[in-house]
C-alpha cells in the first residue's frame, strides 16, 4: 500500500487529504473546511473504468434532490455518478466547517451492495462506523486495513480484500511513488514528466514505461499520468472556487493554471460551465 497527505489553505478555506493506494482499491480520506463538492461539476475522466465507489460523510452534511442528510451516512455511488458525472445522472453535494469524507473506490465485483444513489443510504454496523472515525482520527495504513477487514466482516466487500493488501510494493514502484510524494503534499498539479523524471533520476522513456505500469496497475483515472493530473487539477479547481473568498484568477493560480484564460480552457474541454458561472453554483455559504 501506498500513502500521501496534503494540506492548503486558500482564502480562510482548507483542504486536507489523505491517498491510500492499493491494486484492488483506492481510498481518499478529505476534509474540507467551509469547501463544496458537488458531483454536477465534477470533471469527469477521459477513459471509463470498471470501478464504483463507497462514499462515507463522517462530518458535515451530504444533500441529494434538496434533501439534507447530516453526518454520519454512506452510499454507494455508480461511476456515472462520482468519476464520469453524465447528463441526468442524480447528483449530490457534500459540505460543512468541516466536512470528513472517506471513499473508497473498488471494483464493483468486491462491493456486495447494490450500486446507486436511488437504492439510498446504506445501513452500517456500529463496528464499521468506529472503523471509519479511528481512520479518519489516527490516517494511517492500519487504520485501513482495519476498516476493511470490518467492512468484509460486515458483509459489505468481499472478505479477501484485506488479505490482497501488498505490505511492500517494487522498488520500481516505492521509487516512482517516492518521487510523487512531494508533488502530492502541495497539490503541485502543473509539474511535468521531464522534472519528474530528474528527479527520479530516470530516463523519460523508462519514467513512461514505469508510469504506464503505475497508473494502470493503480487505476488512476483509466487514461495515463497525464489525464490523472488534469482530472486533479480541475477538481481541485472547482473546490477551490467553491471556497468563500476569492475569485477566479486566484483559483486559477492557486491550482497551476497559468491563466485564467488558461483555466477557463480547461473547463471548456472537460465540459464544464465557465469558472465563474461554476463559482456562483457551489460557492460556500455560511446558512448551509
Known sequence: MLSASSTRT???????????LERRMRAHLVSR????????????????????HLFAQLRG???????????????????????RVEPGATTFRSYGAPAEVLEIRLSAADLKRPVGLAHGALAL???????????ARSQNEAALHALVAKLGEADLVSRDLTTSIVANEPERYTRIWTT??????????????KQIAVIAGLS????????????RDFGLFGGGFRDATRVLRLRAAVLFLSAPGGTPSEVAKAVGYGSLDAMGRAFRDAKLPAPSVVQEAVRYRDQM
Open 125 to 135: 454496523p456500529a463496528t464499521v462506523w468506529d472503523a471509519y472515525h479511528e481512520l
Open 180 to 193: 510523487l510524494k512531494p508533488f502530492y503534499n502541495d497539490l503541485a498539479m502543473s509539474t511535468s514528466l
Open 33 to 52: 473546511d467551509r469547501m463544496v463538492y458537488d458531483s454536477a461539476y465534477s470533471p469527469p475522466a477521459k477513459k471509463a473504468s470498471p470501478y464504483v
Open 61 to 83: 452534511t451530504f444533500e441529494m434532490s434538496g434533501v439534507v442528510v447530516a453526518a454520519p451516512c454512506a452510499y454507494v455511488l455508480a461511476e456515472t455518478e462520482f468519476d
Open 10 to 20: 486558500f482564502n480562510g478555506s482548507t483542504l486536507k487529504s489523505m491517498v491510500f
Open 204 to 215: 523519460l522513456r523508462q519514467l513512461g514505461r514505469d508510469l504506464g505500469d503505475f497508473t
